[in-house]
């Protein structure tokens, strides 16, 4: 018998007693044992604050990126994969299904960690948006940063999706600074209990970013009553529990922050001009049917309820029961089938009971049938499409079957639609089908705001789309009202959820020595010469250099504009120039100046600096004029370097100032910048 055990404070603990047997969904056989948890699991938080918290923080976010990455590469090596695959049978998953699950996880993880090299410094700080000068001569300014909170989050899972669901959470979390215990649902905590261990024996992870609780609810409200202000907890499941949270003593009284992902009744509408001839109706067709049947339907984002406009009923009622009618629900270990059963007999009973009082609003459209593998003792259930006799039946907009159910509900016109799909009382997502984009528009705009996503799916993006039903790291996954009100995933915002946001307050170099970034106004080095004759290492934020002055001429904005072909009237046309509101007379192309001040900073001979890559935040802030005489200060503001490659990027406050003191030109000059030999990969 395989007794689950729990990772706590750097060890396994097996517990000793018995405890539930958790059974294979398809089989019946008992898969593992959930029993007591064999260590003190408030002891998890004082590890995770004590150990867990201060590793993690002392990586840059680049360094815990690297970290993902790997664990992700480690997970889906082949070997490892399949062990997880073979386990996810026992969920009642197919092989589809737990690609979704494991590869989908793991994706998460290849994700996070690719954005947060893009788009986080090498540091453990973010610099949240721009200077707020506080003074007039720049002697006091306040910048917003955030920094990772010193407490632990407890991540409190659905049974759907035991490793795509952990990982959502884990991958922000730790690229945050904060560690993860994580609790598993218990219908399917095996395979969490073996994802964990797998990432635990890898060490991969500094000691204490992850822990696992194998817990029951009653065990785990014990942990939470240890937690404090610094501390989060991650809650995905039904709308009940998350209500039973809220009210905890944790939250209510410690101001523990809350995220809850909860249940959601997520719509598609099929737009009035899709008719049963449209390609978008076809989509609708099959998107719906996907959405029932793939996890058997035991998907948060699933379609509950698919609204028609009442001319297309009769049509779509047909073409969805034609094809539900050629699912295959059987053996989820059988190639052959298209879905598997249920996780339990439990949950079976629960949608058995959901659908009988869906049945209140509605009626039976189609009950599919088991083709293979139901011996009786799995918990199998066929796709059953309901439709609702009154559209506005109250269990129609309130009752989640969380299983292979959809309700087809006929609407009148726009209105009437968006008003149902707001009877939800608010969603993870909706998906609209239609080609008339002002329908489309007016139908988006109407349930955006009660949503977290909104798909929009026409013919021409059909072929991309990635679908009602998948949560994107990139985007947020989470919606208003019913649905919990919480946010996950969203790229770096996912991130920043887990950080402290604090203005600091103070002079310029305080707040350069605070950020490590050049804050304007803080002092800068003009003592070491050419800034690009230094490597990134001998490199400091500070470093600057004021340039020789140049003069810019009429016959250079001509040559400039004959060169290019840029004959804008403002550079080649005096009459229409003197015309203008903004610039009454004749001036340079803003390009032109930016030419000529790469020509004032930029070091000629070959050096550290390998390459341009852009610029960031340009503004020409003043017309440069014929006469007008400019110069460059240009100061490395922000370094990031870029591990093992020999090289990190350098941004470079340059500002273009003409004779009278007056910024012309401001923005961010990106380069790549050598490391000296030896150092980082560099070449010797
Ligand atoms: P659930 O019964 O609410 O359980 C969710 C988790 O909460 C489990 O780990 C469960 O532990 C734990 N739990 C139960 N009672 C608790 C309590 N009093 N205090 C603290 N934790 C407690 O939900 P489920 O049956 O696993 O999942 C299905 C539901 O989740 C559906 O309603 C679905 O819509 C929703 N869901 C939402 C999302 C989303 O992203 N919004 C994603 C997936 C699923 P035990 O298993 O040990 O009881």
């Known amino acids: 018998m395989r007794r689950l055990e729990s990772y706590v404070a750097g060890c396994w603990h097996r517990p000793a007693a018995n405890g539930r047997a958790l059974l294979d969904a398809a089989t019946g056989e008992t898969v593992a044992e959930l029993s007591p948890v064999a260590a003190d699991p408030a002891a998890a938080v004082a590890h995770g604050r004590d150990v867990g918290g201060p590793a993690l923080r002392e990586m840059t976010f680049h360094q815990r990126a690297a970290r993902l990455r790997d664990v992700a590469k480690m997970l889906l090596a082949e070997e490892t994969k399949e062990r997880l695959y073979d386990l996810s049978y026992c969920t009642g998953a197919t092989r589809s299904d737990s690609w979704i699950d494991i590869d989908g996880g793991a994706g998460v993880l290849m994700s996070y960690a690719g954005r947060a090299r893009r788009e986080l410094p090498n540091s453990n700080v973010v610099v949240d948006g721009a200077t ?51 609790k598993p649902a218990a219908e399917t905590a095996y395979l969490a209990e073996a994802a964990v261990r797998l ?25 939470l009553d240890s937690l404090s202000g610094a501390d989060s907890i991650a809650f995905t499941g039904s709308a009940s529990v998350g209500a039973a949270l809220r009210s905890h003593r944790a939250v209510a009284e410690a101001a523990v922050r809350l995220n809850v992902e909860a249940d959601s009744l997520n719509a598609a509408v099929l737009a009035p001009d899709a008719g049963p001839d449209s390609a978008e109706f076809g ?67 629960e949608v058995q009971a959901s659908v009988a009082a869906l049945l209140q609003g509605a009626e039976p459209l189609f009950e599919g049938s088991v083709r293979s593998g139901d011996d009786g003792v799995g918990a199998f259930l066929a796709p059953t499409l309901l439709r609702a006799t009154d559209p506005w039946a109250e269990t129609v907009h309130t009752v989640e ?25 608010g969603s993870l997502v909706a998906s609209l089908y239609g080609a008339d984009r002002d329908d489309m528009a007016a139908l988006a705009l109407g349930i955006a705001s009660h949503h977290g996503r909104v798909l929009m799916a026409d013919a021409s993006a059909a072929a991309a789309s990635t679908g009602h039903g998948s949560p994107l790291p990139m985007l947020v996954h989470g919606g208003p009202g019913r649905s ?26 305080m707040l350069t020595a605070v950020t490590g970034e050049h804050i304007a106004g803080s002092r800068a080095n003009r003592h070491k010469g050419h800034p690009f004759k230094l490597t990134f290492d001998e490199l400091e934020v500070g470093d600057s250099i004021t340039t020789e002055s140049r ?26 120039a ?19 001040a790469a020509g004032l900073f930029v070091w000629p001979d070959e050096g550290p600096v390998l390459a341009n890559y852009g610029i960031d935040r340009l503004r020409f802030a003043k017309p440069t004029y014929p006469g007008d005489v400019i110069h460059v200060v240009l100061t490395c503001k922000r370094k990031t370097q870029l591990d093992g490659r020999g090289y990190g990027e350098v941004a470079w406050d340059t500002r273009v100032i003409n004779q009278n003191g007056e910024v012309n030109a401001a923005y961010d000059v990106l380069t790549m910048v050598a490391n000296t030999p030896g150092r980082n990969g560099a070449p010797t």
């Open 132 to 182: 707020e000068p506080l003074s007039r001569d720049d002697s006091f300014s306040a910048v917003h940063v955030l920094t990772s909170r010193a407490g632990v989050e407890v991540q409190i899972n659905a049974f759907n999706f035991p490793v795509w669901g952990m990982l959502e959470k884990f991958a922000p979390a730790f690229l945050a600074g904060v560690p993860s215990i994580v």
């Open 199 to 223: 990432m635990i024996e890898s060490e991969l992870l500094p000691e204490g970013a992850l822990q696992l609780v194998c817990a029951s609810p009653a065990e785990l409200s014990t942990l």
């Open 283 to 349: 989509v609708f067709v099959a998107e719906t049917v996907r959405e029932m049947t793939v996890k058997a339907g035991q998907k948060c984002t699933a379609i509950r309820r698919a609204l028609v406009p009442r001319q297309h009923l009769d049509a779509a009622a047909q073409a969805l029961v034609a094809a539900l009618g050629d699912v295959a629900v059987g053996d989820p270990r059988d190639p052959d089938s298209d879905m598997g059963p249920l996780v339990s007999l439990a949950q079976r009973s």
């Open 401 to 425: 079957a969380f299983g292979p159910v959809a309700t087809l509900v006929p609407y009148a016109g726009i209105t009437e639609a968006t008003e149902l799909v707001a009877a939800g009382g």
């Open 484 to 509: 919990g009100g919480g946010q996950e995933m969203g790229g770096m915002r996912g991130v920043f959820g887990h950080m402290q946001r604090s203005a600091v307050q103070g002079s310029p170099d």
């Open 551 to 576: 003069t810019v001429t009429k016959a250079d904005i001509d040559a400039f504009a004959e060169s290019t072909g840029d004959k804008f009237y403002a550079h080649t046309d005096e009459a229409a």
């Open 578 to 596: 003197a015309r203008s509101p903004i610039f009454g007379g004749i001036v340079a192309h803003g390009y032109l100046v930016l030419s000529f």
